[in-house]
């Protein structure tokens, strides 16, 4: 399948299964995965956030397989076009920092500048018209950073604290894991 032909595909609206069918197929295809994201900054929002989704559900489902494209997903983040992306791409960086990611994606990690990266995830939480959804994956992100970013905790536990003073229940619950986490 090409690029053109996956834009096709995912005009329609669609549910998790149909993500999960798209993924599979694009697996087997061994679908480039610079296409997808390329895709995700479609013009149409509809058809960026359903890439964006597919992309998300194609790196959780096996992280090893797209270590190689970590670099890519970075460096399309700066220029997100819509914020139903965002949620999606919060996402894939929350898991490839997590403590239980593979040492392959850590050492992979390790190699890349992502320094622009927890700039960006900064951004997003200060941002009053951020989703909460993108603020709590941001947030998790950031606290999976802390270790090999000393200036994070700080920062981090200042924004959570500000977040939490007005935030939603959910960004309450977040705030108060993350933040035990950080004391």
Sequence with gaps: ???QKLIERIKET???LKVLE??????????DLRDLIQITH????AIAFRAAWILENLYLYNPELYVDY???????????????????YAKIVMHATSPKASKITKERLAELDIEPIIELLFDWLIDPEIKVAVKSFAAEALFNLRQQHDWI???????????????????????????????
């Design 1 to 3: 399948m090409d690029q």
């Design 14 to 16: 669609f549910g998790k």
């Design 22 to 31: 798209l993924g599979a197929i694009l697996r087997k295809e061994q679908f």
């Design 42 to 45: 479609h013009q149409d929002e």
């Design 70 to 88: 970590l670099q890519d997903m970075l460096t399309a983040m700066h220029s997100i076009k819509w914020p139903g992306v965002s949620r999606h």
């Design 153 to 183: 905790k700080d920062e981090l536990h200042n924004q959570l604290e500000f977040l939490m003073r007005d935030g939603s229940a959910a960004i309450q619950s977040r705030g108060k894991k993350l933040l035990k986490g950080l004391n």
